[in-house]
Structure formats: structure tokens, C-alpha cells
């Protein structure tokens, strides 16, 4: 295959999915001996591999609004870089990497990775543009692939990509018996996540009578309420460990089920990472949580908002020691078989190949 020259841009490179995504995205072309910058706003949080070119467009982290200083600096990368393709993520960059592509005449890939709740008109307005100057566009979910097209997108340019993330060599050690259910939340404490709906479904679980703690990893915009919401419903076994970390391994290895009380989703590459380290999920039915749980066999999946179901779901991990270990034992095969890095990037590699060669996917011009 034609050796490419490809800038990833991303908005910023803070703890989160889509920028793991993109860094590990970023390895492995570098690994299938492509050309790989990855720019970004801010400060990287999260590491960047070797062989990777690290191109940092201004000091201030941008996120979710149009930023012209960010697409300036994005063309003077550009123009140092001279990608084949560009590949743009998360809001601002599919704006700057629009910029780009015009500018240099080659093709714009973008990767959606939400369905971006927090757009207003006049953000869809402004997305306009990069939706119709993309050859091909990533989705993370089939919702958000159904989202693009409604937006005027043809449907041989968007395709569904499965999110992926490293397998660990080992699953984590999970007890025999434990006096308590150790469960575990990793991720922003936004409105999508939902982390109030996991709060109340615990305070069910504890009125039941099952002893159970809940360690809450996360950080942002509702954290105060978070806090708040601990205190009314006097649950002093909610204990918070800081901001998502992107080593996970020990995260897991304290906890023995991973909870996700999402509303949207796009493809949580916390579920994924939890599966493959042997861990059992009790998630919801948001975005494609479905497909990366199966419901019965690798975890239990409740409605968005339901924090019934998720009690009850709980709760049966609590009476079923010996099934709910051996849901993350499914759940382990699941991800490596179904999820993995290579079947993830080889499919992005082959859609910059042919769109590098002019061949337009789906024969649409």
C-alpha cells in the first residue's frame, strides 16, 4: 500500500474517548509505516507515541466553538507537514480541517464521535461546510451515522466505525468473594454521561440492603451537583479518585463492575477497556453500548434515565458472584475477537488509500 502523509487534527488532547482514540489511531499508521502528525490545541495530557509528529497550534485548549486562530495554525502546519490526507475530530478541527483541504486540495476525512447535544443552530450552521467537503465520513455509532446522513450526507460517504482499544495481557484479578460490590464509574460528569441517574440507582441499591461501594473517577461540568447530590442522599460510600486517568488497569483492578449510566453515547472506549480487562458491565442502551455489551452474556444493559433498572441489574451482580465473573471472562474474548486495534485501523488505512488514489468510495462525486 502507498506509504501517506496524514495530519490528525484534533481539538485538544485532554482525557477523553475521542482523544484516545485519535492517539492510538495515530500509532497505528505510524506502525503501517505511514506519515503521522497529530495537531491539537493546549497541552497533551495523554502521550503520544513514537514515530508520531506532535505539532501543538497554539497554547489555549480549544473546545466545542469555531476557532480562527486554530485554523490558521492549521494551515502553517500544513503548509510545513504537506499532508495527502487530512483528518479532522471533534468540532473545531472538522472546521479548521475543511480549511486545509481547500487549501491543499486533498481529500478530508472527518470522525464523529457524539451527537454533539451541546450544537446550537448556528454551530450546525457553521458544520455545514466540512459535512459537504468531506470525502468520507466516520461515525461511532449507527445513531450518529443516521444523524450525519439526515443532515445531507449520502450514505455510501458515512460508514459506522467500531471503536477499539489495546488488550492487556491479563485481565484483573477478580475475587472469590468480597464482602461488598465494588463498582466503578469512569467518565465526565456531564449531562450525557449522567453520573445523577448512577447516584440515585445506588441509593436504591443501598436501601435494598446490598452492601455495595461506588468509586466515581471523572471531573467537569457537574461535578458540583455530583458532590451535592452525594450529601442529600447521604451516601458516604460514594468515594471520588480524581479526574480520568489514561492508565486504567488500576482503576479496574479495585472495583468488580464497570457502571455507564449514559443518555447519549457515541462508542464508549471505557466499556471496551473494562471488557478487556475481564471486567463485567452494567451499563445503557446509549448510542452503541449495545453492541459492545451483549446484554445477559457480557453484562446487563438498562433504558437511559432508568435508575431502576440499573439497581436491579446491580443488585443481581451482587447475589451472582460466580456469573458475574464469568461475564467478564465473555466480555474479555469479546473484545479482543470484535474490537480490536488492527481490524479498527486497517479500515481507516484502506479508506486514505483510495481516497489518496482518487477513487471516490461508494462512486459518489
Known sequence: MARQRVLLLIDHLGIGGAQRHTALLASCLVQAGHEVALAFTGTAQLAVAPGVRAMPLRPEPVSRRRDRALEESALTAAERFRPTIVHAHLYASALAGAAVAERHQIPLVLSHHSNGTWQTESDRRLLAWPLRAAK????????????????????????????????????VPLPVFS???????LARFTRDKDPLTLLRAFARLRRGGVPAQLAMCGGGELEEEVRVAVKLLQLPSVTFVGKPVDNVAEFFSAVDVLCLSSRNEGMPLVVLEAMSHGLPVVATRAGAVPLEVQHGVTGLLAEPGDDCGLAEHLAWMWRHPSERRQMGSQGRLRARNRFSLERMAKRVEVVYLRLAAGIELGGVR
Open 179 to 185: 464482602e461488598s460490590l465494588r463498582i466503578g464509574f
Open 136 to 171: 468520507h465520513h466516520f461515525a461511532a455509532s449507527p445513531q450518529i451515522r443516521l444523524a450525519i446522513i439526515a443532515q445531507g450526507v449520502h450514505p455510501s460517504r458515512v460508514e459506522f466505525l467500531a471503536n477499539a482499544v489495546p488488550f492487556p495481557e491479563s485481565s
